[in-house]
């Protein structure tokens, strides 16, 4: 399975609007981080998990032809807030997009995405297929497992895709998940800075710490903010953990 890091960004990305942020990158455009959102490719499936404010950049930059899954984490803005370019792939896939998600998430994206949906739908207007995921499901050639967790004030489900755990906004998990997570190869956790510790994201150090207690052989952290100096960071880290960068792109088994 390949994973090509379509954002690894926090909610207001790297650098914000406005250009605050902007000399920090230093010349490394792995320090300029869109929204989060990944895309898994086996044999038989393109899934993307998460759909930000810069879904269409990300697509057409990485090359995302075709869409037969999308997951997402939990219905915050900076993983929901393209959906709408979803509509593209209506028409080169000629149907709906399939979507799975938590319960609330869908009568989230019902709410904000009210002209997508029922009587009114707006012609034209992007055609999901979206069903709840609360168990282990097969699809094609892929084993996906809901990894639920807590994001401070709500709840957020990450996805583990066959050797593949993905988990953005994380502060607390409980350790049911963690059971689950365990034995994969590969982990994407959040971290959102070096410190101090934040309501409702995992720190760097923290999230070091869960990716050792679980014993992972390869971790990615996600979701920085602008303070977050990639080259800087790297050093720091264990060798087993890494920042990942937009459009960063590895092999899982
Ligand atoms: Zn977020
Ligand atoms: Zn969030």
């Given at each position: 399975m390949k994973c090509t890091f379509l954002g690894t960004g926090?909610?207001?990305?790297?650098?914000?609007a406005g250009g605050f942020g902007k000399d920090m990158i230093d010349g490394d455009p792995r320090n300029q981080r869109t929204r989060c959102s990944v895309w898994l490719q086996t044999e038989d499936s393109s899934i993307v998990i998460d759909v930000g404010p810069e879904f269409r950049i990300q697509t057409i930059r990485s090359g995302v032809d075709r869409i037969d899954l999308v997951l997402i984490t939990h219905e915050h803005m900076d993983h929901?807030?393209?959906?709408?370019?979803l509509r593209s792939y209506n028409y080169m896939q000629k149907g709906p997009v399939p979507l799975l998600t938590t319960k609330q998430v869908i009568e989230s994206i019902k709410t904000r995405f009210?002209?997508?949906?029922?009587?009114?739908?707006?012609?034209?207007s992007t055609s999901l297929d979206m069903n709840v995921i609360d168990k282990p499901k097969t699809f094609r050639d892929v084993e996906i497992t809901p990894l639920p967790y807590n994001h401070g004030y709500i709840d957020v489900t990450g996805y583990r895709v066959n050797d593949f755990s993905y988990m953005t906004d994380v502060k607390e998990i409980p350790e049911s998940t963690k059971e689950k997570v365990r034995g994969s190869k590969v982990l994407v956790l959040s971290g959102l800075r070096w410190g101090p510790s934040h309501p409702t994201h995992l720190t760097i150090p923290e999230a070091v710490e869960v990716a050792e207690e679980l014993k992972i052989p390869k971790t990615y952290l996600i979701?920085?903010?602008?303070?977050?100096n990639h080259e800087e960071s790297n050093r720091r880290l264990p060798p087993h953990v890494r920042l990942a960068y937009d459009q960063l792109e590895i092999t899982i088994g």
């Open positions: 926090t909610s207001m990305g790297v650098p914000v929901i807030a393209g959906l709408d370019d009210d002209y997508m949906f029922g009587e009114n739908k707006y012609p034209g979701h920085m903010n602008t303070y977050v």
